[in-house]
């Protein structure tokens, strides 16, 4: 299936900004509740802050690319980049909750590398508050959310 | 003199969005023009050209969709203090220049050529069979 919106983008800290934006677009125009639509902000930023943190080595400038597609009940955002992704990191300028959150706030999250040598975070929201089944994808690790914060 | 009165001069970075690839449907309009508007706010745009802009992606969108490649439209653009360009992908020649010839509104005139410095249709390097249009604005 061909996504509603891919957004590719320098990763740079200030574009994750313009892919909160774009996110609020594709949630008014399918009319995603703002409290669901603030969860799945909160979490695109999340995995969009990992790849400008994480990704490129310092001295380069790398793509993040955004993929979301809104599919009956459920919204799926993908976040790609070409880089490391995500490794340990010593000097993390991070509190290292960016994954529990993600989990936290999805249905469901899986990461893994493409068939590209990408490295891809994918999270499923419920759009009707309903808790789904998990499914594991192949090569992928799968975490479970408890579908928001709230 | 006391306290900061005079602003240093700061280089502007330029703003980008590599690709924006959008379905024809009911997120293309809010989805464009959030981008857009974002683009050209960070290159420090003035307001009015900023909602000129906007006429741009409504003209786009409402005229588009028509002929869009496959139901998607996709973009390009990118943004410095005192210019931006904005290219459209993946047309067939006769598409892009009917969605050209579909922007004229009466007594107007075409809306893309009024608020454009420059509106162009050019081969697409990648693809030869396709083209893109090519939309120049400027900040002043």
Redesign the interface.
């Known amino acids: 299936m ?9 990763a740079r800290a ?1 574009n994750i ?2 892919v909160r ?2 996110l ?3 949630g ?3 009319g995603v509740p703002e409290s669901k639509l603030s969860d799945i902000r909160l979490a695109v930023t999340e995995a969009c802050a990992n790849v400008v943190v994480h990704a490129y080595p310092e001295d380069m400038e790398g ?1 993040m690319e955004v993929h979301a597609n809104i599919d009956g009940p459920e919204m799926t955002v993908m976040v790609r980049d070409w880089g490391h992704g995500i490794r340990p990191r010593s000097d993390s300028p991070g509190l290292g909750l960016g994954l529990s959150l993600m989990a936290a706030l999805a249905e469901r999250v899986q990461l893994g590398h493409g068939t590209e040598e990408h490295t891809e975070v994918r999270m499923t929201f419920g759009l009707d508050g309903v808790e789904r089944t998990n499914e594991v994808i192949s090569g992928m690790i799968t975490l479970t959310g408890t579908s928001g914060l709230a | 003199m006391n306290g900061p009165t005079t602003r240093e001069y700061e280089p502007k ?1 330029t703003s ?8 024809s ?3 293309l ?7 857009v ?3 050209l706010t ?1 290159a420090d745009w003035p307001v009015d050209r900023l909602e000129e802009a906007m006429l741009v992606c409504d003209a786009l969108c409402a005229h588009g969709p028509r002929h869009a490649n ?3 439209l996709t973009f390009s653009m990118h943004a410095d203090e005192s210019e931006a360009e904005m290219r459209v992908y993946e047309f067939e020649r006769e598409d892009a220049e009917a969605l050209l010839r579909d922007t004229s509104l009466p007594v107007v005139g075409n809306v893309l050529e009024q608020v454009a410095d420059r509106v162009s249709v050019v081969s697409d390097e990648d693809d030869p069979e396709r083209v893109q249009i090519v939309i120049a604005l400027s900040a002043s």
């Open positions: 061909t996504p509603d919106m891919e957004l590719t983008l320098p200030e900004a313009i934006h774009a609020g677009g594709l008014e125009a399918f793509a | 970075a980008a969005v590599n690709r924006l690839r959008l379905a449907g009911p997120a309009g809010p989805v464009l023009c959030r981008v508007s974002m683009v960070r496959n139901g998607h």
